[in-house]
């Protein structure tokens, strides 16, 4: 196997997110956490700036970059702004935080194929950030939606066909 690789995503509450792409092939490893913010150590009650993110360990050889990015935007609605279903603020934006050119370009490219598919009603609003750093969420915060099955989540598979 190659080195697993780290990709970083946002895209509202990060227990659904992390629920539905532990299940994925290739994913070895999710945590939920803080990234994209203000301040060093956040916190749930405290993480000025940053979004509500998780962090996926993939191997490569089993799905790609590109892969994990189409799957991203099938759960969850990439066209509100700083809003997922009841939640709102900055914490619930949608964002990649994209590690290298190579990541961002690939972004670039899969937001194109989302929009120009027209299955989402409305302009994707979806941003680019730069990666500096992961905090990992207190730990009542992981695997959240294993730990407690009928817990609150607004993520779903909308399309089961893939954009790319």
């Known amino acids: 196997m190659e080195k697993p690789a780290k990709a970083y995503l946002a895209g509202g509450c990060f227990w659904g997110m992390e629920d539905l792409f532990r299940k994925r092939p290739g994913i070895l490893d999710t945590e ?67 590690q290298n050119e190579d990541e961002r370009r690939e972004a670039q490219e899969v937001i194109r194929i989302v929009e120009d598919s027209n299955k989402w009603e409305g302009k994707v609003v979806t941003t680019l950030e730069p990666f500096t750093v992961f905090w990992a969420a207190e730990p009542e915060h992981q695997d959240y939606l294993v730990r407690i099955p009928n817990g609150y989540t607004c993520h779903f598979e909308r399309f089961q066909e893939s954009f790319v």
């Open 32 to 98: 939920v956490g803080y990234t994209g913010g203000e301040n060093d150590h956040p916190t749930y009650r405290n993480h000025p700036g940053h979004a509500e993110a998780i962090e996926l360990t993939y191997d490569p050889e089993k799905t790609s970059f590109r892969e994990l990015l189409d799957y991203f935007f099938r759960i969850h609605n990439p066209t509100t702004i700083d809003q997922q279903g009841n939640d709102r603020g900055s914490s619930y934006r949608s964002a990649i935080f994209f």
